[in-house]
């Protein structure tokens, strides 16, 4: 495939061989020994990847935004107070679908490239009862990285349960869901957990799912309900067959292929990885004058970079002029900025030469737009980090 671009947005990403041949497998049936036991596997290692050994995983074919209508479904009654912390396009969304299962929200904004301080979060849960918080770990329109622990510790010490958007972190970010106490962790496959587009995948504390089961009111969506798929998924952990809705054969053969690379490179290195490559991107995206989003490094994500285009530099030219080198790269998310940065994804099975492919593909189109600068001066800088 020698004219293939190098897919370099925040998900999809670019997949294993291995995954993508899981995908091309045979569809065998829902309920042959063989789909069972790859779905089971694949419900017990995304306990170790989310280091959650007595959560209960979910997975469920839908994308990012079902994992995230389905904790709020699920927990969600009528006027109950939930807390969002926002540093983003993501943050809003889950305010939308809070409010949707009619929960009151209030949305705690933090200004663009930061993230919310924790005394505004305690002083918030402290003036009344909230049934929940959301925290986005990475949003993806800025690609601000918020701490989740220390407010996990402090849902906790307000009784609330904790709610992690993670679908631009799990297996790229840090996350000990059962040590912080995060009562969900949520994200969809088509980001560092490196499957297809196509699964939403979630685990919750035992805490969530007896809330869940002492509620007073039946959950307000039909395909999202946790009585649903509970049991099915309790059945294929015990390498039982069973139905609710036809599950995605071939995605979560493919699931389980890239949870045991995951689980294989193991999850600590996996992580680091990220961290090094990322931090060395940053560096040389620095070293030839250009800003990124977040204002800080403690607050900066390590599976996307957030990218400020020079001053006079069109954008649409500019991510034309990399695609025509062979990357493609996303443009921004953020209604407010949008036209203002970009964005580039590095997660998953990254090597650092896709990262030097990307760096010289900038580099060309930033020279060719005349913006001024030493030429190789961010590939020297990465070369020299990594
Ligand atoms: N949350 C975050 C942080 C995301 O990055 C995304 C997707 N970019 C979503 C939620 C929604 O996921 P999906 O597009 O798979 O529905």
């Known amino acids: 495939m020698k004219s293939r671009k190098l897919l370099m947005i925040p998900g999809p990403i670019e997949f294993e061989p291995s995954v993508l041949r899981a995908m091309g497998e045979e569809t065998t049936s829902h309920v042959a020994g063989n789909f069972i036991e790859s779905f089971g596997n694949a419900i017990d290692l995304m306990k170790k990847v989310w280091l959650s050994p007595l959560g209960q995983p979910f997975i469920v074919a839908g994308s990012g935004t079902l994992a995230m209508d389905m904790a709020a479904a699920n927990l969600i009654e009528l006027n109950d107070n939930a807390l969002v912390i926002s540093t983003g396009y993501f943050g809003d969304r889950f305010r939308n679908i809070l409010e949707r299962y009619g929960a009151n929200v209030t949305y705690l904004e933090a200004a663009v490239g930061e993230v919310v301080s924790l005394e505004t979060i305690e002083k918030e849960l402290r003036s009344k009862t909230y049934k929940l918080v959301t ?3 990475v949003d993806t329109s800025t690609g601000v990285l918020v701490d989740p622990k220390p407010i996990a ?11 992690l958007d993670g679908v631009c972190s799990v297996a790229g970010e840090e996350i000990k869901q059962d040590e912080w106490g995060l009562d969900i962790v949520l994200t969809a496959s088509q980001k560092a957990v490196g499957v297809p587009p196509g699964l939403a995948l979630l685990v919750a504390s035992q805490k969530a799912i007896d ?9 307000q969506n ?3 309900d946790w009585s649903n798929w509970l049991p099915i998924m309790q059945a294929y952990e015990k390498r039982q067959p069973s139905y609710f809705g036809t599950p995605p054969v071939n995605l979560i053969r493919a699931l389980e292929t890239s949870l045991e690379i995951i689980n294989a490179e193991g999850i600590e290195n996996r992580i680091f990885k990220h961290k090094k490559l990322a931090s060395a991107f940053r560096e040389a995206i620095k070293s030839i004058g250009l800003h990124i989003i977040p204002i800080n490094d403690t607050m900066t994500a390590n599976t ?3 990218i400020y285009y020079p001053e006079n530099i069109d954008g649409g030219t500019f991510l034309k002029k990399v695609y025509e080198n062979d990357i493609i790269l996303a443009g921004g998310l ?5 036209l203002k940065y970009f964005r580039v994804g590095h997660m998953g099975s990254l090597s650092s030469n896709d990262l030097i492919s990307v760096l010289s593909a900038i580099e060309k189109a930033l020279a060719e737009l005349n913006y001024n600068f030493e030429i190789g001066k961010s ?5 020299g980090l990594i």
Request: proline share 5%.
């Open 211 to 219: 809330i869940w089961k002492n509620r007073k009111s039946p959950v």
């Open 153 to 163: 510790e402090l849902a906790k010490k307000y009784n609330a349960l904790s709610i």
């Open 304 to 306: 996307l970079s957030a």
């Open 379 to 383: 590939l020297k800088t990465f070369q």
């Open 222 to 224: 039909y395909y999202a």
């Open 334 to 338: 953020l209604p407010e900025i949008k």
């Open 135 to 137: 925290i986005t770990h």
